[in-house]
């Protein structure tokens, strides 16, 4: 009788002790959370290499959920429809974007959600969709690569238009062009010579000149005012000369001074 009671009381023990573990796995692996999740949708354009079920989503830089589904779009196979798990809280707008992202180069994928101060009205929900769908912008690698890909186009035109300048009759012309400017530098070389001879009369009659207006200015001006003072002044005893001969023309004979009385006259 013993014996059966040790033995369920064995048996109770490795029940409470598989319990108690099962109960701690689930603690650590889920975690018996009181937080709330939405679901959002996400529609990618290009290769999600990298990115599972489960895979982090990052809300600037901060873990906020994960993703829960992936699939392929009906309407486009180009298009890959990944379903977010966020937390109910994050603010997700109108602004937000969710781009493809990585820890380092070779680190784990995942989708990092930006938020912007530009549009912060709540994400309409489109006709035909269940969730939310949180707009896309390409990932770095993306960008990088259609880069490239412009860099490389516009190489190639360049590399066209040089071989239609230097094709055809342009090389003849650019000929004839660097020849005319050789022949161009020839002539002014030939005249430089002559030109600093210009500059050398032209700076010698300056010095000429100077003394010239000094003079001037000194002397000639001070004695043509004179003069021309004197042409005044002798205009001026003119017209009062002939004012007087107008009115008495007897100033001809006897001057301006009366004659001396004669006899029997005061």
């Known amino acids: 009788m013993e ?15 598989l319990v108690a573990l099962v109960i701690s796995i689930t603690w650590l692996s889920v975690g018996f959370s009181t937080k709330h999740y939405k679901t959002y949708l996400v529609i990618m354009n290009e290769s999600i290499a990298g990115i599972t079920t489960n895979s982090a989503v ?10 829960e589904k992936i699939s392929l779009s009906t309407d486009s196979p180009q298009q890959i429809r990944l379903f977010l798990h966020i937390e109910e809280h994050t603010p997700i707008t109108a602004g937000t ?4 992202s990585s820890q380092g180069l070779t680190g784990i994928t995942y989708i ?9 009205q709540p994400i309409t929900l489109l006709p035909g969709e269940q969730y939310p769908i949180i707009q896309s912008v390409p990932s770095l690698l993306v960008r990088l690569n259609d880069a490239m890909g412009n860099l490389a186009a516009n190489m190639d ?10 094709g055809g009759e342009n090389p003849a012309l650019l000929r004839e062009i660097l020849n005319n400017l050789n022949i161009t530098s020839s002539h002014l070389a030939a005249q430089s ?12 009659s300056t010095q000429l000149v100077t003394p010239l207006l000094n003079t001037l200015n000194q002397r000639t001006l001070p004695a043509t005012n004179e003069v021309l003072d004197n042409l005044t002044l002798m205009s001026g005893n003119l017209l009062e000369f002939s004012d007087d001969l107008k009115h008495n023309p007897a100033v ?8 001396p009385p004669g006899p029997g006259e005061k």
């Open 193 to 204: 010579k002559q030109l600093d001879s210009i500059l050398i009369n032209a700076a010698k």
């Open 112 to 120: 990092a959600l930006q938020g912007s101060d530009i549009n912060k």
């Open 3 to 17: 014996s059966k009671i040790n033995y369920a009381l064995v048996g109770t023990f490795v029940l409470v002790l």
């Open 252 to 259: 001809l004979l006897r001057g301006q001074m009366p004659p």
């Open 58 to 67: 990052k809300y600037n830089g901060v873990d906020v959920g994960s993703i």
């Open 97 to 100: 974007t969710a781009t493809l």
């Open 157 to 166: 035109h360049i590399t066209q238009n040089i071989n239609d300048v230097l």
